[in-house]
């Protein structure tokens, strides 16, 4: 029996009856927010470990509208970001229900918390929640006493006393010790949060009343994620939350796509047993799942034709009893309707829901794009390269069947066309693959583990070789 298999009969798949000890410890689900214009109807989940009442959706405050021209606003305060527009869209997400905001220091070029804490502070403290995260990403900042100056700017950035849901942040990405030298997650997780004492120095300031609720993030390697639950059971540490992605691809495919991740199938049953309330991150997988090919968005369309694409994804990651939030990352207004529509409140996936959308997953899978989220972790890059705009152009074109395997193709000619001068348009000359020296830095930032030297090195040989066939045109 293959892994897949074994954790489907495990876990029965999101919408197969759960087992008693499931629902006893399951977010328990409500309708309607603790405060908003009572307009609201809004799927709200209650963390079984603390009482709190927080929305189904989530605001992921990591793609902040900018103001066109990209001039800051009102000084240099929130840099070239929207502020008005920010705040326009925090009132109308706290307005229909929407109560859990989740940003980190490393967001929107560092201005996140900022920018965040100005639109909140505008409304009661106890009409909200914030999410913020510990990004001690540097191997300056891993020991504890700059760690815990992190900790302080987050509070005076937010403009806050406490912060609600406190995350030690990707928990399983790698790093680099003093010497430059590479570290797996693993290593890198014992020196960024336990070995320091930071954890030890979180825990105090929960007991203090300074954070209300103490979890991670995991990307990566899974020995991390595995020691952090140990802990957990030992009674060293109390997890009162884990942020996973969850998505309809990933729930069986993760592992397949890249082979150092793991399927959320097996993330999500290993939080439910423990009774650990799930927060779940790229519910579109960067928009992946919102981009389709033609086809599927036809089936998907043919399925409901009342239902936008992005909507399947935010039902599935919102049907399981445990997640108790779905963050999405709403740079439009639009958007923000769209996923407050659809959690107003959730129509939880049916078992043949579930089946059919496994069946999306597997003819998206045999796409093989690049799983980039977009999410810019990997930025800056030394040599100036747009490493998320490579990437973004790469599966576009894949989607959009603009990627031939043979110059035989009769519709090569348009595809190479389509390809070279879309490549040219989203990405400057000096910004594309063909600057990659395979330094490696952004590997180690990368949540999702993606090989990216060698997949620009990649895409850089198929540009090349796209030039050098300019006698087929």
Request: aromatic content about 10%.
């Amino acid at each position: 029996m293959d892994r897949r298999s074994f954790i489907k009969i495990l876990g029965g798949g999101i919408a197969a009856t759960a087992p008693a000890t499931a629902l006893l410890t399951a977010c328990k689900q409500t309708s309607g927010p603790a405060e908003s214009d009572g307009s609201s109807s809004m799927t709200m989940r209650v963390n079984p470990n603390t009482g709190d009442t927080v929305s189904l959706l989530g605001y992921g405050m990591m793609r902040l509208p900018e103001l066109p021209d990209g001039e800051p606003q009102g000084g240099a305060e929130t840099g070239p970001f929207d502020q008005e527009m920010i705040n326009r869209q925090v009132d109308y997400a706290l307005a229909h229900g929407v109560n859990y905001f989740d940003t980190a220091p490393v967001y929107c070029r560092g201005l996140s918390e900022r920018c965040t804490g100005i639109a909140l502070k505008r409304h009661p403290r106890k009409s909200y929640y914030i999410a913020t995260k510990l990004s001690n990403f540097d191997t300056a900042l891993w020991s504890l006493e700059e760690s815990k100056n992190m900790f302080e700017t987050s509070l005076k950035e937010l403009q806050t006393d406490y912060i609600d849901y406190l995350l030690l942040h990707s928990t399983g990405g790698g790093g680099r010790d003093e010497q430059g030298n590479p570290l797996d997650g693993l290593e890198t997780c014992k020196r960024r949060f336990i070995d320091n004492g930071l954890t030890d120095w979180l825990t105090e300031q929960k007991n203090a009343g300074r954070i209300r609720n103490l979890g991670f993030s995991w990307h990566g390697d899974y020995r991390a994620f595995e020691l952090l639950l140990q802990l957990h059971d030992e009674g060293r540490y109390h997890w009162d939350f884990v942020q996973i992605e969850l998505n309809y691809l990933d729930w069986y495919y993760a592992n397949e796509i890249n082979r150092s991740n793991v399927d959320a199938a097996l993330l999500y049953a290993e939080l439910e047993k423990r009774g650990i309330p799930a927060v779940i991150m790229e519910p579109l997988l960067g928009g992946r799942l919102a981009n389709v090919t033609d086809n599927i968005a036809a089936e998907l369309k043919a399925r409901d034709p009342e239902a936008t694409i992005a909507s399947w994804a935010f039902r599935f990651a919102g049907t399981p009893k445990g997640v108790l939030t779905v963050l999405s990352g709403m740079t439009y207004m639009e958007h923000l309707q769209e996923n407050v529509a659809t959690y107003s409140p959730l129509k939880p996936v049916s078992k043949e829901e579930h089946e059919f959308l496994m069946h999306i997953a597997e003819e998206i899978f045999g796409h093989q794009e690049i799983p980039c989220t977009a999410c810019q972790y990997c930025m800056p890059c030394p040599y100036g390269i747009n490493i998320p705009a490579i990437f973004a152009h790469y599966n576009k074109c894949i989607r959009e069947g603009n990627i031939k395997e043979s110059n035989q193709d009769p519709d090569y000619r348009r595809a190479r066309r389509a390809f070279l001068v879309g490549y040219d348009r989203s990405v400057p000359r000096l910004r594309q693959a063909s600057q990659c020296i395979g330094c490696g830095q952004c590997t180690t930032h990368c949540p999702q583990q993606i090989r990216i030297p060698r997949e620009l090195h990649k895409i850089d040989a198929y540009v090349e070789q796209l030039k050098r066939e300019s006698d087929i045109i």
